[in-house]
């Protein structure tokens, strides 16, 4: 959920021109997300292209970045990062929400290249009323030519693998693993592209010897079989503006993504499954489908009777179950 003063400043931001100047730039960049032949990334070249961004992504990714934050926080209890390196930040979406999640963050360095939205983030940073935010290191940089890498317990890359060509997402995935770090996380759109840039990356984090935290249960080949793709979804309320934009009517809608995290640590435990959809809920039977610990995928049907049986009616998309 967004906090109140990041809701103030969107409202503020919708408020600086007419919403009906912003519908060609918002079909642009959902046309972006959705492209499958890597070719066009999503890139805001205008202030029309940022303000749509900060309008319609921030709270889509804000709401991913929350998700995942509960993940890491289930499947690593003894995580306390102390320090946070935000990787192509943005606006500082990431930042915003990890800083919601993780009270034992200390310091928060951010690195991104578009001028205008690190100028939009500081003022947001510096109004929020927290201090953390407020003190926030921002740094105006190109990630392929970043030569200083501030030290972080967490770093996190999000929607930056896509804007990139296969070359250069290796480059900048090679520089990174080799930072220290406890755990990194990284995130793509839930589309069958972002799930290919996600598994390139989890094979080069493998060949990096980085254990790997989620969603993998294991470290084998993906089970999945051709033209299926990894992703999970979180439901986010859309705001007027969203309806607005969209042409929506709905006062939700579920944001589709993509994740890895990996660490430098030996995992004392991991899942024995992971949930790639969404459960089906029966008479006294829920059908999950599974990604399991031994490599394979199966959908299961856990009856009433079954120990699992409790665990199961809880779980939901994307989430563990041991």
Known sequence: ???DFLKDFLLLEAQKQPLKHLKPAHEQLSLNYRDQSGQSGVRLNTQADRQVYRLSRLPAIYAVIEALAKELQAQLPDFAPTSLLDLGAGPGTVSL???QHFASLEQIFLCERDREQVRWGQQLFAESGNPLLAAARW???????LQRWPQADLHCLSYVLNELDPSSQTQLLGKMYQQPFQVLLLVEPGTPLGYKHILAARQLALESGLQLVGPCPHAQACPLQAGDWCHFGTRVARTQVQRYLKDGFESYEDEKFAW???SKTPLLQTPAARVLRRPVYRKGVVDLTLCQSDGSWKTSSIARSHALYKKARKVDWGGSLS
Do not use: F, G, T
């Open 260 to 262: 890895l995290a990996v």
């Open 97 to 99: 929400a990890l800083a």
């Open 139 to 145: 740094e105006i940089a190109d990630l392929l030519s």
């Open 1 to 3: 959920m967004l906090p």
